[in-house]
């Protein structure tokens, strides 16, 4: 079978390789579709300290179980399914706690364990014992089953930031991540979702696919004065950086209502983590400010399902699906901003 393997920074081939054969717990799955993301090109240029190479990367992977190990039940040949990308252990006290997206233990697939750019995918017998591998809806495709695990992750962010019904919520950032941000959102009942963004070509793309009720060009103008225009001088109840910038954090907590929540969905820069926080701010508006760090197999299954209902729709941000052949293209266009969410179909 063909596969995309990192090797080291800046050296991601595609060569062959032997079929996997899962073990006794394991799932064997034909790989239909795998959706790339930004870390998929942080990854191939600078590579993770959790990756020991060779590895066979990505990790938003759906596809068709062909074979199944000795010790499995309730999984047979021919179930469609999407498989989660972080691997809670489900023993430590955080896992117990019910905290799985902070496991003490997590491991990931594309990164401890081989993952989706391959035409065989074996799905290791710990994803199982968290439920992991999720069953895709009937008349939910593999590319729309692909996106739970993003959408999984948005809404894991949204539910620690308290997004709710008549909420006036700011994504900053105008990325696939962005873009669910706007529609779960909506979906979750906020009265108005403005769209921030630096690129002004990347929010005009985001813009007519999403629909925000409003946009900001950051580039042209002050955001921070901007939403507080658009807000009457209250500010957001609700602000998402969904943008890897330091910057956007800081304006997040300057534009945040009274009692304004801000969710610092979108990680900085592992040599520049460190931002200027107005405490006052923080203190004097009752702010609250949070982290989002991936999601649990709970989160999976509840994406699917939100996709599945038309909830949160995904059909249309898929906007470009290349071949497995093609991968390092899809890099290069996830990284160009020109595309919304490029899905790898092996």
Not at 37 to 65: L, N, Q, Y
Request: glycine content about 10%; hydrophobic content about 40%; overall charge negative.
């Amino acid at each position: 079978m063909k596969v995309v393997r990192f090797h080291a920074p800046g050296d991601v081939r595609i060569s062959d390789a032997p079929e996997p054969t899962p073990g006794a717990g394991d799932v064997k799955i034909r790989v239909r579709n795998c959706s790339t993301c930004g870390t998929d090109v942080k990854i191939s240029r600078f590579g993770h300290h959790h990756i020991v190479p060779p590895r066979v990367m990505g990790h938003e992977i759906a596809g068709e179980v062909v074979e199944v190990g000795q010790d499995v039940d309730g999984w047979a040949p021919g179930d469609r399914v999407q498989v989660i990308a972080a691997i809670p252990c489900g023993h430590c006290v955080e896992c117990r706690r019910g905290f799985r997206t902070v496991c003490e233990n997590q491991e990931s697939m594309g990164y401890h364990y081989d993952g989706g750019f391959a035409e065989y995918l074996v799905v290791p017998a710990k994803v199982l014992a968290v439920d992991g591998l999720n069953r895709i809806p009937d008349g939910l495709d593999y590319a729309q089953a692909s996106v739970a695990e993003p959408l999984a992750c948005v809404l894991n962010g949204q539910q620690l930031a308290r997004v709710g019904t008549g909420d006036d919520v700011v994504i900053i950032g105008s990325g696939p991540i962005g873009c669910l941000h706007v529609r779960l959102a909506r979906a979750r009942g906020a009265a108005r979702v403005t769209l921030v963004e630096l690129n002004p070509e990347r929010l005009a793309l985001a813009a007519a696919l999403v629909a925000p009720d409003a946009t900001v060009c950051a580039g042209d103008t002050d955001p921070v004065d901007a939403v507080r225009k658009l807000t009457d001088g209250r500010g957001a109840d609700v602000v998402v950086t969904a943008a890897a910038s330091g910057s956007a954090q800081e304006q997040a907590v300057q534009m945040a209502a009274r009692q304004g929540r801000i969710s610092l969905f979108g990680g900085l820069p592992k040599d520049n983590p460190t931002i200027r926080l107005d405490a006052n701010l923080v203190h004097y508006r009752e702010l609250t400010v949070v982290g989002a760090n991936g999601s649990s197999p709970a989160h999976n299954a509840e994406a699917l399902r939100l996709i599945a209902s038309g909830a949160v729709p995904v059909a249309d941000l898929i906007t470009h699906r290349l071949p497995l052949d093609a991968t390092l293209d899809a890099f290069d266009l996830v990284a160009s901003g020109t595309a919304i969410k490029v899905t790898i179909e092996p």
